[in-house]
């Protein structure tokens, strides 16, 4: 297999695992549609081929400050991840149109800021893509290409399955959904922020 397509399906695999990001896919997607679910999960995708792109050029000091910097960065993701699932959850008692509305103001923006405060995925890229041999030059940039658009096939599929789904669910359901992904947000962000806490003991 070629280093592009190993990329590419390395992309494919990180984005995959229905995490925070995912429910945030799922639950914008049912509000608002196809597109605020595309837009969100390629904020995600942004920031992988970004640290896709770090990884290659092998930024070891950048290596050494993420560890440095890991707990800060787990409590600010997590502060956000609580953020938008407050939002998340309040949006699911919200008439559609209103939750959509408030929902499109940075899909891509705030799903970028909050992968970004994961360090764990450039220490992923970092010996997945050493693992490959990264090429220089042209070689590298098609590789991080890879891992950008195994991700965003992710998202699009994601939003596409629900999109295709939605109007199957009455409203009854959508709100379900939406309150269960909100709370599940909430979970993982309280997790996140104990966990940060504790580990600055």
């Known amino acids: 297999m070629s280093p592009f397509l190993k990329c ?78 407050v939002r998340a959850l309040r949006a699911a008692f919200l008439p559609p149109a209103a939750a959509a509305a408030g929902d499109e103001r940075f899909p891509l923006l705030s799903t970028f800021a909050l992968t970004l405060t994961n360090p764990l995925t450039i220490f992923f890229f970092l010996s997945v893509l050493t693992s490959f041999g990264v090429p220089g030059g042209a070689g590298a940039a098609m590789m991080v290409g890879g891992v950008f658009l195994g991700s965003a096939a992710w998202w699009l599929l994601l939003a596409g399955g629900v999109s295709v789904v939605r109007h199957a669910l009455g409203a009854r359901v959508q709100r379900g959904i939406g309150a269960a992904s909100g709370v599940l947000l909430v979970g993982f962000a309280v997790a996140g922020l104990v966990a940060g806490a504790r580990g600055g003991r």
């Open 8 to 85: 590419l399906a390395t992309g494919f695999a990180v984005a995959a695992p229905v995490g925070p990001i995912g429910l945030l896919c799922i639950q914008r997607t049912l509000r608002g549609g196809f597109w605020l679910g595309v837009r969100t999960g390629l904020g995600a995708a942004c920031a992988d081929a970004l640290y896709g792109a770090l990884a290659a050029a092998g930024l070891g000091a950048l290596q050494a400050l993420l560890v440095e910097v890991r707990r800060p960065l787990q409590l600010l993701g997590s502060a956000l991840l609580l953020w938008l699932g």
